[in-house]
């Protein structure tokens, strides 16, 4: 899935690599996204983004910060976090 694909108002996971975005998607501005009520979460050296995420899915999002701007040339993945399978 692209970000400009995403719809208004849906909670994303947004990767880019080492960091990890979670959060409600407002929009697309040139080449940022703009997410409202972010989790905003750097893994650590040998972390596992899906447990990471699956716990979000799981229990809702940690929110760190208001808002978020990711750089679009730099994401790697995009999912809706209602797409993210719980944990049991």
């Given amino acids: 899935m692209r970000i400009?694909?995403?719809?208004h108002g849906l909670n994303?996971?947004?990767?880019?690599?080492?960091i990890v975005y979670i959060g409600r998607f407002d929009s697309t501005n040139g080449f940022k996204a703009?997410?409202?009520?972010?989790?905003?979460?750097?893994?650590?050296?040998?972390?596992?983004v899906e447990r990471y995420v699956q716990d979000?899915?799981?229990?809702?999002?940690?929110v760190t910060q208001?808002?978020?701007?990711?750089?679009?040339?730099g994401i790697r993945?995009?999912?809706?976090?209602r797409d993210i399978p719980?944990?049991?």
């Fill in 4 to 7: 400009q694909d995403v719809p």
């Fill in 34 to 48: 703009l997410l409202h009520s972010c989790d905003v979460h750097t893994l650590a050296a040998g972390e596992d």
């Fill in 86 to 88: 719980k944990l049991a």
């Fill in 77 to 81: 993945n995009v999912r809706l976090l």
């Fill in 66 to 73: 208001g808002d978020a701007e990711v750089d679009i040339l």
């Fill in 56 to 62: 979000a899915a799981t229990y809702g999002v940690n």
């Fill in 12 to 18: 994303v996971v947004i990767e880019t690599g080492a």
